[in-house]
């Protein structure tokens, strides 16, 4: 057998343990969180209306990037807003009857102003759009829309992420345990974006995995998926568009029968990964009015200063990781989620964190060999994406002469832990976790369970 294949030995067990654990967990979630109590949701609320007006892009008006929408959407979206980082205050059942009771005059419009979610392309808002407007089809309160995106949001990608899983030649359970951590379950229960960018990118992973290192006969199947989740990537979050380099792990002959179909395949993923890219330039070009309302940031100026000084940022980058690593480690498993404002115990992170770094070690294949050249496209391809989320906080949330770079979360390095551990492979210790299903499927059902508790205990 080629070097670069190996016979399929994951098990469906992590597959069936996420769906259960994504479903029922973010179910509870989902009804435990009060509307908009999570990172940018009434904003994603409102661009997600937006769609189903029929505005893909978002219209820029002055400093604001919005869309005109029905008139009381906006009065909706603030129903929470004096929650987030008001620890002190609880949400009540009145608060939640007079949400219910609110209407929206779908005849009379207003302009609404959603600058924070306008830079990504819409593709992000495609699942919750759906849910609001079945919901608003059965004709619910607007309220009841904002559920319902949730709802749809928290089913499709639950379906994207465990098909992507099935994908996995190995890794399944590292990549479970990836979404089901309490940061990933509570962004898939929400109306947030974040959900389908980490979908895709464990997608595009999973297929370009399958199609390098496993083996037997490839099927229309593979291909489709590649040829779907590589646009896709770029059209979530163009910044995690590095990780198609893990497509450069596909041998030549898996790409098709015959020559002339593996180029063709080629080309097909080529054309339609630079579509995508043109309609997320468009939409991050658009939109360059300032994210932070009485901060001095300024795009342009940012991106000046990169391409004057060069090395000045790559120190902001480097002091940034160093200072913050830890943070971001905390934050992505989830310390805090929401708003980053609801507390889960340091023992569990501290657990997750131990769990993360021990399926990273032994969810392996024993049969895998990667030569030192394809660990170095992998790590670079992951380097590539970190620096990017970097920039892209100093270009739109960074304050200009600032000496540090503002705005980066745990969450957003979500997308490069599966990738990451392929670079990290050992055959020595692979294969050792998939004896512990029971253990694994109890910690996450109990970090699950932990996370609820946390909600229930911040907000009532």
Do not use: C, M
């Given at each position: 057998m080629p070097a670069t294949q190996m016979t399929p030995r994951a098990p469906l067990a992590p597959v069936r343990a996420f769906l259960w654990l994504s479903l029922l967990g973010g179910a509870l979630l989902l009804a435990l969180f009060p509307p908009f109590a999570v990172a940018d949701e009434p904003a994603h609320f409102l661009r997600s209306c937006a769609l189903l007006e029929g505005e893909f892009f978002?219209?820029?008006?002055?400093?604001?990037?919005g869309a005109e929408l029905p008139v009381g959407l906006a009065r909706l979206a603030r129903l929470t807003d004096d929650l987030p980082f008001h620890r002190e205050r609880k949400f009540s059942l009145e608060r939640w009857r007079a949400g219910w009771a609110l209407?929206?005059?779908?005849?009379?419009?207003?302009?609404?102003?959603?600058?924070?979610?306008?830079?990504?392309?819409?593709?992000?808002?495609?699942?919750?759009?759906?849910?609001?407007?079945?919901?608003?089809?059965?004709?619910?309160?607007?309220?009841?829309?904002?559920?319902?995106?949730r709802a749809a949001n928290l089913v499709l990608c639950t379906a994207l992420v465990a098909f992507a899983l099935g994908r996995l030649p190995f890794y399944r359970w590292l990549g479970a345990i990836v979404a089901l951590l309490p940061q990933s379950l509570s962004i898939r229960a929400s109306l947030s974006g974040d959900a389908l960018t980490f979908a895709v990118a464990l997608l595009l992973v999973a297929c370009a995995w399958r199609m390098a290192?496993?083996?037997?006969?490839?099927?229309?199947?593979?291909?489709?998926?590649?040829?779907?989740?590589?646009?896709?990537l770029a059209l979530t979050k163009a910044v995690y568009l590095p990780l198609l380099?893990?497509?450069?792990?596909?041998?030549?002959?898996?790409?098709?029968?015959?020559?002339?179909?593996?180029?063709?395949?080629?080309?097909?993923?080529?054309?339609?990964?630079?579509?995508?890219?043109?309609?997320?330039?468009?939409?991050?070009?658009?939109?360059?009015?300032p994210l932070r309302e009485g901060y001095s940031v300024d795009r342009p100026a940012q991106w000046r200063g990169v391409i004057a000084d060069p090395g000045r940022f790559a120190g902001l980058v480097a002091s940034d990781l160093l200072a913050h690593g830890p943070r971001y480690a905390v934050q992505l498993?989830?310390?805090?989620?929401?708003?980053?404002?609801?507390?889960?115990?340091?023992?569990?992170s501290f657990a997750l964190v131990a769990?993360?770094?021990?399926?990273?070690?032994?969810?392996?294949?024993?049969?895998?060999?990667?030569?030192?050249?394809?660990?170095?496209?992998?790590?670079?391809?992951?380097?590539?994406?970190?620096?990017?989320?970097?920039?892209?906080?100093?270009?739109?949330?960074?304050?200009v002469g600032l000496d540090a770079i503002e705005g980066v979360q745990g969450r957003y390095f979500t997308p490069l832990v599966v990738p990451t551990a392929l670079a990290l492979h050992s055959r020595r210790r692979a294969g050792r976790l998939v004896t512990h299903g029971r253990l694994l499927g109890a910690m996450l059902a109990l970090a699950a369970a932990v996370s609820c508790l946390s909600v229930l205990v911040r907000f009532y």
């Open positions: 978002g219209e820029r008006r002055g400093e604001a990037v209407r929206v005059d779908t005849a009379e419009k207003e302009f609404v102003d959603f600058r924070t979610v306008a830079q990504v392309p819409f593709l992000l808002h495609v699942p919750q759009a759906l849910g609001i407007g079945l919901a608003r089809l059965a004709g619910a309160p607007p309220l009841a829309w904002a559920y319902a995106g290192f496993g083996s037997g006969r490839l099927g229309a199947t593979d291909r489709a998926g590649l040829l779907a989740a590589a646009p896709a380099a893990h497509l450069a792990l596909i041998p030549g002959s898996r790409w098709g029968r015959r020559r002339g179909g593996a180029w063709g395949t080629r080309i097909a993923v080529a054309l339609l990964v630079a579509a995508s890219v043109a309609v997320a330039v468009a939409a991050f070009a658009g939109t360059n009015v498993v989830g310390r805090q989620i929401g708003w980053l404002d609801t507390d889960t115990p340091w023992t569990l769990l993360l770094l021990w399926a990273a070690a032994t969810d392996g294949s024993p049969e895998l060999q990667l030569s030192v050249a394809r660990r170095a496209l992998v790590l670079v391809a992951t380097l590539v994406v970190a620096l990017g989320i970097e920039l892209s906080q100093y270009l739109t949330w960074t304050p």
